[in-house]
């Protein structure tokens, strides 16, 4: 009994001194990362102020000055941008303001140019010049008396009526007037959709190119009139205005030329510069 005592004594005796050493070397432990831990803290400090002041050293004394001024400098700029974006502003909206206020003013133009043109209608004309009238009447009777002996027009194919509207052209340019005048009132009585603003464009030619200036004006004008968005629209207001100048109606023929250059501003180069002569002999005022 006293023997296992004993033994139970020295047992505890040797746990006791193991646990000890073990607390010992973890206090060792402990001690030894604090500490090496603080070395590694004053050393990244040590090299902060060495960095620092090497950096100090290596900045000159001017620098700092010279830096500041260069800030001044591109604030005093952008101060002078900013005025002269807000001036620029200013001028686009003084500019948008005029644009608008011409604006205004050249539709009110077309509009008072739309309507002198719209009075310049056949039957006013056929008033001022009834032999005029007479003679296309006289001219449409024999043409439609000699196509049929019902006196009813006949009716060509499409291959025909290009046909003789080609020939129609063939006969002005060879200056045959007459039999040129004759296909084409026949080709206008077929009424070929594609070809109309044509054909009531040469028919003014002719009558043109004959010295009819009456008869031209009331062609040209129902061209203008009935096609106005044709190909053929700015040489039929450009002719309307050279058979008034022909007719010695100044005022009919300026207005028509001044408005050929509004509505028609992209027409032939031609075309534009034929209407600025005419303006010019006939001294057009366009105010």
């Not at 590694?40 to 902060?48: G, P």
């Not at 400098?73 to 620029?88: A, C, D, S």
Request: glycine fraction near 4%.
């Amino acid at each position: 009994m006293k023997r296992n005592k004993y033994l139970r004594g020295i047992v505890l005796f040797i746990i006791s001194i193991v646990l000890s050493f073990h607390l010992y070397a973890q206090d060792i432990d402990t001690q030894y990362f604090d500490e090496r831990l603080k070395r590694i803290e004053k050393n990244i400090e040590d090299l902060q102020k060495n960095k620092l002041q090497e950096l100090e050293k290596n900045i000159s004394s001017g620098y700092i000055s010279r830096v500041e001024e260069r800030f001044g400098v591109l604030e005093t700029q952008y101060q002078t941008n900013f005025g002269k974006y807000e001036e620029l502003e200013n001028k686009i909206e003084k500019l948008e303001n005029k644009f608008n206020l011409l604006n205004q003013e050249l539709n009110f133009r077309l509009n008072e140019i739309s309507k002198k043109i719209d009075n310049l209608n056949i039957n006013s004309l056929s008033i001022e010049y009834p032999e005029v009238q007479n003679q296309s009447e006289e001219i449409n009777q024999k043409s439609v008396n000699s196509n049929t002996d019902d006196n009813q027009p006949k009716n060509f194919s499409d291959k025909d009526i290009k046909i003789n509207y080609e020939n129609a052209i063939k006969l002005l340019w060879s200056n045959e007037l007459d039999k040129a005048l004759e296909e084409l009132i026949r080709l206008k009585k077929q009424n070929p959709d594609d070809l109309m603003p044509n054909i009531q464009y040469w028919l003014g030619e002719v009558y043109y190119a004959k010295k009819n200036f009456e008869q031209a004006v009331i062609e040209f004008g129902e061209g203008l009139k009935l096609f106005p968005s044709s190909i053929k629209g700015p040489d039929n207001m450009l002719k309307l205005g050279l058979s008034f100048s022909n007719l010695n109606k100044k005022l009919e023929s300026c207005n028509v030329l001044i408005e050929l250059e509004i509505k028609y501003p992209e027409a032939a180069k031609n075309v534009l510069q034929r209407a600025q002569k005419e303006k010019k002999k006939l001294n057009c005022s366009e105010e």
